[in-house]
């Protein structure tokens, strides 16, 4: 290690390579050689290193989410505050689609990893997290049924559209932008007919759970 990097923690250690190991794992999967080529980079043992990432694949994955958690919030525009709900949900998703972006064979990677039966529980509670990231950073402070429902329903959204964005070739990942777009006004447009068909139409504010309620859409 480097007198830079000789005193850190393995909890430091693994915050400080979790950004570099997508790169890497888009050449040799998420292996050891991912944490061992991301270690060389930043001047840490590639053995100790390896313990940061006690369980593998799984935790590197983790550690690699974790980060885009992190970074969302310092990518978001200016004037997210003033934003809508339905501007801030798509403008948070695209943060980390962009975010994302240079490493999509490692997103693809890793959806195959998080895909095994072995790593349901672990794949649900990441997408979780990153709902809950999303939630918060919008400024959600719901304790009640509606924090439960509302990172439910966008861990399903945010799922789906990762699924797309994948395989999405089109100029600055035009077609899942797209995608993301429609699936939340065809949500709208539901919500408004059926206020409208309850007589509830008049002046009536669409609330956030059941906006967020209608996007239903298979979990990784």
Known sequence: MSEATDDLT???IRALLAPLLARHA???GWRRQAVSMAAQDKGVDADIAALAFPD???DMIDAWFASIDARMVETLPADFVALSI???VIAL???RLALI???REALRRA???LALPTNAVRAGKLAWRAADAMWRAA???AADFNHYSKRTTLTAVYASTLLVFVDDESEGHADSRAFLARRIDNVMQFEKAKAKLKGAGGGEHLSLSRFIGRLRYPAI
Do not use: Q, S, V, W
């Open 10 to 12: 393995l909890d430091e």
């Open 26 to 28: 888009a050449f040799d």
């Open 56 to 58: 593998g694949p799984i």
């Open 86 to 88: 339905r501007r801030k």
């Open 93 to 95: 998703i695209e943060a």
């Open 101 to 103: 972006a240079p490493d």
């Open 111 to 113: 959806i195959a990893i």
């Open 139 to 141: 400024g959600d402070t």
